[in-house]
């Protein structure tokens, strides 16, 4: 069963950068999809970015467009989210998942389903 463990968060001020790291195991992973989602504290989770099987095609939710970047590397099993230009309302708890056959933006779309795991926090604040 495939299973990620997400690292790379931490306390950044307003305009810093993170990247965040999700590496998986039980499985390769250049046969899904896969997303980062976030949760914000009292609020359901959200997709923030996804990414095909291949890297050939990303989504990006709105408020991340031109900010965050996230690539994979399949031979790595790891997909990495880079973040900069950071914002307070960034704050939020960071997990990853995957699914298989599904294009970036119905994954990022989706949250029902998803066996969430320990995410990774991310604090944005002066």
């Known amino acids: 069963q495939l299973q990620f463990v997400e690292s790379g968060g931490g306390v950044v001020q307003p305009g810093g950068s993170l990247t965040l790291t999700c590496v998986a195991s039980?499985?390769?992973?250049?046969?899904?999809?896969i997303g980062w989602f976030r949760q914000v504290s009292g609020m359901e989770h959200e997709g923030v970015s996804c990414i095909t099987s291949s890297g050939a095609a990303t989504a990006y939710a709105d408020f991340v467009k031109g900010r965050f970047t996230i690539s994979r590397d399949n031979a790595k099993n790891t997909v990495v989210l880079q973040m900069n230009s950071l914002k307070p309302e960034d704050t939020a708890v960071y997990y990853c998942?995957?699914?298989?056959?599904?294009?970036?933006?119905?994954?990022?779309?989706?949250?029902?389903?998803?066996?969430w795991g320990q995410g990774t926090q991310v604090t944005v604040s002066s």
């Open positions: 039980g499985s390769t992973l250049d046969a899904y999809t």
């Open positions: 998942a995957a699914r298989r056959n599904f294009g970036p933006q119905r994954m990022c779309g989706m949250t029902n389903g998803i066996d």
